[in-house]
């Protein structure tokens, strides 16, 4: 049985990646045997997905010192509603696999991107730009260390001008720092292969082409309308508007930026990072590593944060960007601090701290 | 009805299937790959036989065990049964995949109905770890009783 609340989100998700939403889609059966499978088959949407041909747009930036952004953009291949499968954990030690079949049949969104990204780096950041997204969607909470967002990435080189070299696949990428190493990893791993006159397998590939794909005939094809298509007598808990959805999208990351950037006057590369679209490449100056997660969730909550001290403090825009962006920012990390701790402790005196301080680089002041 | 038999006899004559590689079965014959048949379809005609190669790769991907000869001729037969169908002409007719595809697709509402039946489900289990079913490590040939295959979910 179909849930309707997994069909809103393909179609908002398809949407906000400006895809075309396909008014017919269906439902195919995937064969293969595995013990995280206990049914035998996967059931997703290989033949005609739900959405197709859309793109993403990213940030990039210019040069090491991430002073310069800007945008390339990854075309994607479709969406597709499928069932996920259990979880494995190998335990080579005893021969053996633990299942946990929790998220077994439970529905997952697959985005499949064309080969438009050329290494570690910027398959990391559109990454987080689809989870910023998908944030903001809410159609997802996005997150990689908890499993919510898995990343397969496929990875091949070519000379300029020749077809598509063989790719290899790796899977169940859960971090960006790993995404991109990984990748980095990979695409040099081939490179040095194939100037050794060696070729790359694979293996993934072989097995995959062969696998028992049937229709899935439990479920018959799934119809979506809009405005115009709309049957006048229709259950309304039983058909699904595009129109009506599309109005409902929230505001998207690229539009909060370009909102920051009108209405505050700050520099395009500055909205970038108080989304915090700068990842994993917001390295602190501080002399041991930060761990990734606690990197990323720097940034949570950090727009709030700017967009109160802003209300409150009436402190001109440009300051109150440029403390919250260096000085907080700077101390939080060097803190090793999420932004909603900081807060909660001492909210009013921060603010006063900001307000009182313009663009001094003082972060040991009193309140803290 | 006898124009009827004609054809279908027609059409298990010796042309060797298409899909078949020219490789050598376990016997030592050699076949020829197939030239084109008179259906659309891809599937190969009567008589054909299935190459080693192919018999590996379906015990691999099927779990199952091709043990003799006589199964594989089985499997043969079995397909030369199946070909029957090319009998019919379904030219400009569209697959029928389910009796359902004129019906409307169910969309349930986000709700939780059930659930927080974890302990008794982990009763299906022989064995069990710490709430995790426990299983062998991959996939097992039967031929092979080893694991060879990569998984396509394994973390």
Redesign the interface.
Known sequence: VLNRRCVEAAVMTGLALNCHINKKSLFDRKHYFYADLPAGYQITQQRLPIAANGHLTYGTYIGKKWSQVTTKMVRIKQIQLEQDSGKSLHDDLRAQTLIDLNRAGVGLLEVVLEPDLCCGEEAAVAVRELQLILQALGTSQANMAEGQLRVDANISVHHPGEPLGVRTEVKNLNSFRFLAKAIDYEIQRQITELENGGEILNETRSFDYKLGFMPEPNLPPLVLYDATSLPSDADSQQVINIDQLRDMLPELPSATRARLVQQYGMLPEHSFTLLGSKVYFELPKVPYPVEETTAANNEVGLLEFFQNVIKETRAEPKKVTNWVLNTFLYYLKQQNLAVSERVQTSRSSVIRQAASQGSSENPKAPGY | MWARAVRVRFLAAPHRGRGFASKADPQGKVQAAGQGTHTPRLAPQGGGRVSAAKIE?LER???VNFGSREAVARLEKAIAFADQLHAVDTEGVEPL??V???????????NVAEGDCAEE?LQNSRQV?E?????????ISLPDMVNK???????
């Open positions: 790769h991907l099927a779990l995949e389910s359902l595809e004129d019906r409307c697709l169910y969309l349930r509402s986000d489900l770890v709430e995790y079913f426990v299983a062998p490590p991959g996939n295959i990569p998984s396509p979910t394994a973390e």
